[in-house]
């Protein structure tokens, strides 16, 4: 990244504060109950705060901005609203991305260590990763879900939404943002009314998934700020095959 692009994109984010936060999916709909199994809800004792995925029966991945006192997670359900002691998992161990320091510098991924590991079953299942570094192509069609708001100034949903995006030039989207964190992927919020907006706090669809031919390849990161009127900055995703070396170390460490 050119140095003055650099200086302006880190200009605009802090400028954005923490409205630059992932926080609600825009003009989707509810998903249907027997999909998505994968997602999950990151808790701290105030209730919902990102949104996440499950990758293995004992951990779950999701943004480092998510990094706000959670204490526990949610699986099993699409309604947040109705959530039996079984759907509930502590948190073990949280392991934020070692050189992350805020999401406009990148790296904003974070996996969360389950306390007990989850039986898989016709409510609760894993979503794959992608099994080596890849460059995702243009105008491919994916889907993003979360808890967060469905309109701008509306409120958190307790049913989880979804909505189609499609993959945005990554060459377009860097002029669009005059600069970018390395090693992530556009999709959404650019020429079109769907997609995910902004919290003022962390609540949200941080750290849900971008889910493109069955495979989760993205993270839910940041876009430009609270309101919801798309065609300006494209939505942007920590791109997860760029950091599989790490994912599959952290995994490795059961007993850390």
């Given at each position: 990244m050119h140095a003055l692009h650099k200086l302006l994109f880190f200009h605009l984010l802090t400028s954005l504060g923490r409205d630059a936060l992932g926080g609600k999916i825009i003009n989707g709909e509810k998903a249907k109950k027997d999909s998505m199994l994968y997602m999950v809800s990151l808790q701290n004792n105030k209730g919902h705060v990102c949104g996440g995925f499950l990758i293995s029966e004992d951990f779950v991945l999701t943004a480092a901005l998510c990094n706000n006192h959670l204490t526990h997670v949610i699986l099993g359900t699409h309604d947040l609203s109705r959530v039996a002691n079984g759907n509930k998992r502590f948190i073990e161990k949280i392991y934020t991305h070692p050189y992350y320091v805020n999401v406009g510098l990148g790296k904003d991924i974070m996996l969360l260590k389950l306390s007990e590991k989850v039986q898989l079953d016709n409510r609760v299942q894993t979503i794959q990763l992608p099994t080596s570094e890849m460059s995702?192509?243009?105008?491919?069609?994916?889907?993003?879900?979360?808890?967060?708001?469905?309109?701008?100034?509306?409120?958190?949903?307790?049913?989880?939404?979804?909505?189609?995006?499609?993959?945005?030039?990554?060459?377009?989207?860097?002029?669009?943002?005059?600069?970018?964190?390395?090693?992530?992927?556009?999709?959404?919020?650019?020429?079109?009314?769907?997609?995910?907006?902004?919290?003022?706090?962390?609540?949200?669809d941080s750290g849900g998934p971008l889910v493109c031919n069955g495979k989760a390849v993205g993270i839910v990161s940041f876009n430009k700020d609270?309101?919801?009127?798309?065609?300006?900055?494209?939505?942007?995703?920590?791109?997860?095959?760029?950091?599989?070396?790490?994912?599959?170390?952290?995994?490795?460490?059961?007993?850390?």
């Open positions: 995702i192509r243009d105008n491919v069609k994916c889907q993003v879900a979360g808890w967060g708001k469905t309109r701008s100034n509306g409120t958190t949903v307790d049913k989880l939404q979804v909505v189609d995006v499609s993959t945005i030039n990554k060459h377009v989207c860097k002029q669009k943002w005059g600069g970018l964190p390395d090693h992530v992927i556009c999709a959404g919020g650019y020429n079109t009314n769907k997609g995910f907006c902004q919290a003022c706090f962390l609540f949200g609270g309101f919801c009127s798309y065609p300006n900055f494209p939505n942007i995703y920590t791109d997860i095959s760029k950091y599989l070396p790490w994912i599959n170390y952290v995994l490795k460490q059961k007993t850390c």
